[in-house]
Each structure stands twice: as C-alpha cells, then as structure tokens.
C-alpha cells in the first residue's frame, strides 16, 4: 500500500511539476503549474498560455523563471554555454496595425526597475539604454521600426547587449535545408519557435527561427561571435519582457525550455492559442429565404436597397499613392462608429484644417483622436498627403503617433494616437486652470527639441515641420510634450537644397528668410523653436494685440529684459518661485539666439540639445554683439564660427567629452 502511495505521487510530481530536477535547467510544456514570477499586465490563461501583454496600450508585462541561474563558477570567470527554446505568438488586436515586440531576457534581477513601454519593450529606458552596467542580454523579436534603436524595418530578430541598438540583427524568417530564405511574420498570429544558443569555448551566440512543428533549421539566422564573459554575472535570471504601444497586442508564450552546459529540452505538448475567426452567421441568413413567399422577396429586396445605400454612405475613395500606405487606411465604417457619428459630444477641437474627435475602436477598444479635414480646395488634399508620407512611417516618443487614415467622397480623415492632456497651448494662455510647473515644461520643451532633431537627421529623409508652436505639441498621460500637425511639413534628402514654395505657417513663428523666399529649411524650423521657446518660458503668444494697437512683440519684449539685465523678468509669474534660475535663463537666452534673423547665427537642434542638456556651455549673447535694434546681430561671423572657438573656454567639467563635442558642432547643417 505504502510502494503505491510512493508511485502515485511521483506521477504526480511528473505531470505537475513545470520545472525538472536538473539543476540549472527546466522545462514548461505550458503554464498550468504557473510557477514563474510575474509583473506588470503578465498573467496566466485558463488553458496555460503565460500572455506577456493584454490589450492595455502603453504598458508592459514581464515573465521571470523564480530562482537564480549559474551562469559562472565565479565572478570573475568565464561564462557556461547555454541553451533555450520558446514558442510564441503575438497577435495584435488591429489586424496588420502593429503593436510592439518582446525580448528573452537574462537579467541580473527579476524586476527591470524604471524600464519604459513601447519602442523600449520594458527592458531600457531613455536614461539607461546602452549602458555597460545593465549587465542585460537580450533577444529581440521586434514588431516596430525605432529610428533611435537603428531598427532595420518592422519585422526583424536582434541581439541585444545592455540596450536597444542590436549588435546583430537580421528580418525575421529561417532557412531551409536548401538554403533558400523564408521570410516570417513575427505579428502574424502562428506559433512559432526559437533557439537561442551559446558556446562558453568558442564565445558565439546562435539565434534561429522557425516555424512550430517545423525541423529546427540547420543554418541559423544569426551567428555572433561575442564573450558574454564580461556581461554575464555569476548567477542571472532568465525571463521575457514585452509591451505596447498605441495599438494593443496579445504576446503568448506557450512553453518555454532552458539549460546551462547542455541542450535544452524539446517542447511538446503545448496549449492551443485562442480561436480566431469571424463570428457564424445567425441561421436564418444561411438556409434561404422561402421562395414561395411574395413577403420574403420584399424582404429580400428592401435589404438589398438598403445595404446599397449604405455601401455608398460608407463608399471610400482609392488613389494610386494609397497602395504603398493600404495597411495604414481606417474604414470609415468604424471611424463613423468610433466617433458616435462624429457627434459634437465627442469634439476635442477646431482650427483652420476642420475638427478633431475622440472616438473608441468598435472591437479593439483603441482610444484615437480623428482629425476630419475638408477637401473643399486642393492644397487641402496636398496637406493631407502630406501628413500621410511624412510621419505615417516614422515612430518617435516626442511625436503624436499616426495610425492611419481615410478618404470618403469629400471627406480626409487622419487617425492618431488620443493624447489624454491635450495641448500645450490651454496650458500657457488665457489664464489657464492648470498650469504646468518649471520641471513640467523644461520636459516638454527637451522632448519637442529631441523629435525635431529626429525630423532633421535620423528619418530616411529631412522633414521640416513648419508649423512649430504651442498648439501643434500635445501632451500625453505623463504630461510628455509630443509634436503632432504635419499637415504643412515638407520632405527633402539629406544634403540637398529645398525647393522654393508658397510661405505658409503662422504669424510669429515665420523666419524672415521663409517669408522672404518660400523656401522652408530646418533652421527655419528652429527659428519657430525659438518662439516656442519663449512661450513655454513666458506664457505669452509670440504676438499679443494690445488696445492701443502697439502689439506686443515677445521675443522683443525678452530682449529688452535682457538688455537691461534682468532677463528673468521676462518669466511667467504661474511658474512659481520653485526652479532652477540658471536652467530658466538658458531657455531665455536660448530662444533669443534662435530667433536670430541671419540664419548661420541661430543653432542645429543637434546644437540645442547639447544646451538643453548641459554638455555645452550657451555663449553669452553678449559676446555675439547684439544691437539695440531688436535682435538685429552685428554681421561680423556666424554661429558656427564662434562655436568652433567656444568649448576651449567650457572648464574642466566639460574636457573629457571636447573631442565629441567638437564632432558634433562643426557637422552643422
């Protein structure tokens, strides 16, 4: 009776238990055991399915094995070969919209403590990316291209030490025993499974990829040779991170298999994913209409009439430039039910290119903003492209994201991310209820200068917004300051001149050159900055209408503080007493220069940033020779030209990062 006892609970222990006996190894044919160490949105499915992420955006959900793993004998030592396979799938909720991708992680803690969502997969962020005390290594499978990361599109496999830019990546996919490529999906919906292998004698990481129940290919996808010696401590944890972004996507791991100085188990016997499909049709629609029946054919008829008419209520127009940006297009149906109609209940706001809504996906529950613009001229329709081609590719944290659009007889719609803030405008203006402190805007104003740098440089092709002000930069749940408007942008390559073309923008924030000759560049964008600068820093428009018809001039109003040496006059009194003064007058100062009427005399946004941060000195204005005449400066040599002679008089505190600097300053425009 006792031998039986002793059997049956072995049994037990076989079928239950998710982790074998080895020691540094275990093996999850499933989660029901759900012995694993969760957090964020992560949670387990009835059926075993550990799900990293749900339909919450913006968020993250992180899956860890619970004990330490050895990875070294000592700390100083070299580190074991490893092994471990995992299935996955991840299906986003918005179809061929995509959300973000997930990371197998070794960790040297279970928590990623401050980790960001979206393009960061809850593994970094902006502060610690890439940093060699992360001790982090990671493999990517990446559903989103990240300018900033270096991404090589939106579907593609990385190798990830201590940040976001993979030191080996490759597009998704495997290859066959012929050697012939086959791409993969990664947010198709299949399972598929990887391998992730590493050898401690000849210190190369194999990745490979495949389809599930297909033979694990011969040939990897990626092969690195890289010591993990240095990067790995002597005991790590191994687990999963994912997130989301703006569209909200399931990430399913259905097993998972690891092992130290050995092969990994083989995975068998896996949960089913969730069903997918469309919903049976009620039955009356799928026996027939009796045929004898004189009611039923008027039936019949009345529906056909009917969904005619709606069809062409809801009838969309397709144009040839459409086909490369098809995955991005909205049905109209939805958007129409999304916005209740674009009922007035749910307007965000009016401007000169129509109305903006907030509406809710009818299945996904997505949360969006729909900007509804009139086709009633045809420099309309070429805003509307504008916006399309400028940003409908590009992801950036400092920019509103856009997911799509649409186009319905005389109608454009733009879809966007709903950012729950608001403007930054209602902030400022017109004695505002809520006003933001100092730290608040600083925020703001660096997050606008870091996606306008992404504009200049880091995008495929220069974009100039031309539109820049408090109006166009929106503010999400974290306050975060996000450009969004493109519908005046402009696109040219790197390195050429810009074409001549109509002066558009808003008064105040046009540089002199611009309304001069049309010709709309990135500094003319960063004498827009400069406006804004002022603004945020003052909260005032950049012209204010007075009752004696002498309007005030604000970035003349700032200089004439600055003449008389009390520049901090010139701050808005709602800020508070709480701030850093230096920080203040940099942002002063800073507008000043960047309002300058010679072009060569205003900064890069690569300029800016590194005054924005701290890492150059501003040069006083003084030393630039301004005029009394406003900000006329005397012409006795340009920005560059001074900045070049500067960073020999930034001190000690700056010497060990000169050469950089330098770099960076004479790249100019």
Not at 593 to 606: A, G, K, V
């Amino acid at each position: 009776m006792f031998f039986n006892l002793v059997i049956l609970v072995a049994f037990f222990l076989v079928d239950f238990a998710p982790v074998s006996c080895e020691v540094d190894g275990f093996i999850y044919n499933g989660f029901q055991s759900r012995n694993i160490s969760l957090d964020g949105i992560a949670e387990f499915t009835s059926n075993g399915l550990l799900l990293l992420t749900n339909s919450k955006t913006q968020d993250q959900g992180h899956a860890f094995y619970p004990n330490p793993i050895h990875f070294k004998n000592s700390p100083n030592g070299t580190a074991f070969s490893f092994s471990t396979t995992f299935v996955f799938a991840i299906r986003s909720d918005y179809g061929n919209l995509s959300g973000h991708g997930l990371v197998f992680v070794i960790a040297p803690k279970r928590g990623l403590e401050g980790a960001f969502p979206s393009h960061h997969l809850g593994l970094f962020n902006s502060a610690n990316n890439g940093n060699s005390s992360n001790h982090v290594v990671g493999v990517e499978l990446d559903t989103i291209i990240s300018k900033e990361f270096n991404d090589i599109n939106d579907n593609h496999v990385g190798i990830d030490i201590n940040g976001l830019d993979s030191v080996a990546v490759q597009p998704a996919g495997y290859f066959d025993d012929t050697g012939l490529f086959h791409n993969l999906t990664l947010i198709s919906g299949q399972q598929l499974q990887v391998w992730v292998e590493y050898d401690g004698n000849t210190e190369q990481i194999n990745v490979t990829l495949a389809p599930l129940y297909v033979t694990k290919p011969v040939r990897p996808l990626l092969v690195l040779k890289y010591d993990l010696s240095p990067i790995l401590d002597q005991t790590m944890y191994v687990g999963f991170s994912s997130s989301t972004g703006s569209v909200p996507t399931h990430h399913y791991i259905l097993g998972w298999s690891f092992k130290t100085n050995g092969k990994a188990q083989e995975l068998s016997q896996l949960p089913n994913l969730p069903r997918l499909g469309r919903k049976e049709l009620p039955r009356f629609l799928t026996t027939g209409l009796p045929i004898i029946s004189l009611v039923s054919i008027v039936i019949a008829i009345s529906v056909v009439v009917y969904y005619i008419r709606r069809k062409k209520k809801f009838e969309e127009l397709l144009d040839d430039w459409e086909l490369d940006y098809r995955p991005q297009r909205f049905r109209y149906k939805d958007l129409y039910t999304a916005t209740k109609g674009f009922r007035e209940k749910e307007l965000l706001g009016v401007g000169g290119f129509g109305k903006v809504y907030k509406g809710v996906m009818p299945i996904s529950k997505l949360v969006i903003a729909v900007k509804k613009i009139s086709q009633e001229s045809q420099q309309g329709m070429k805003e509307f492209v504008a916006e399309i081609v400028s940003i409908g590719r590009i992801q950036h944290r400092n920019l509103v994201p856009l997911l799509g659009y649409c186009r319905r007889k005389g109608e454009l719609l733009l879809v966007y991310e709903y950012m729950p803030n608001g403007s930054l405008d209602k902030y400022l203006f017109d004695q505002p209820r809520f006003t933001l402190d100092w730290n608040q805007r600083f925020r703001v104003i660096r997050g606008v200068a870091s996606g306008l740098f992404f504009l200049h440089k880091e995008c495929d092709h220069a974009i100039v917004h031309r539109d820049i002000k408090a109006s166009n930069v929106l503010l999400d749940g974290e306050l975060n300051g996000r450009l969004g408007d493109f519908g005046l942008a402009r696109l040219y390559g790197h390195g050429t001149d810009p074409q001549s073309t109509r002066v558009v923008g808003t008064l105040g924030y046009l540089a002199p050159e611009h309304t001069r000759t049309g010709r709309a560049t990135p500094s003319s964008d960063v004498f827009s900055f400069g406006a804004f600068l002022l603004e945020v820093a003052c909260g005032r428009r950049p012209i204010e209408p007075r009752q004696d018809s002498d309007d005030l001039i604000l970035v003349d109003w700032v200089f004439s503080c600055w003449n008389r040496g009390n520049i901090l006059q010139a701050v808005d009194p709602n800020i508070g007493i709480d701030f850093v003064q230096g920080q203040v007058e940099l942002v002063l100062k800073l507008g000043l220069l960047c309002s300058h009427s010679e072009p060569s005399f205003r900064p890069t946004m690569r300029q800016i940033l590194l005054f924005l941060d701290g890492v150059v000195a501003l040069p006083e204005l003084s030393a630039l020779g301004i005029s009394s005449a406003g900000l006329t400066f005397d012409h006795h040599g340009g920005f560059d030209d001074f900045v070049k002679s500067y960073p020999s008089s930034l001190g000690n505190a700056h010497s060990r990062c000169l050469s950089v600097t330098d770099s960076l300053l004479s790249e100019g425009r």
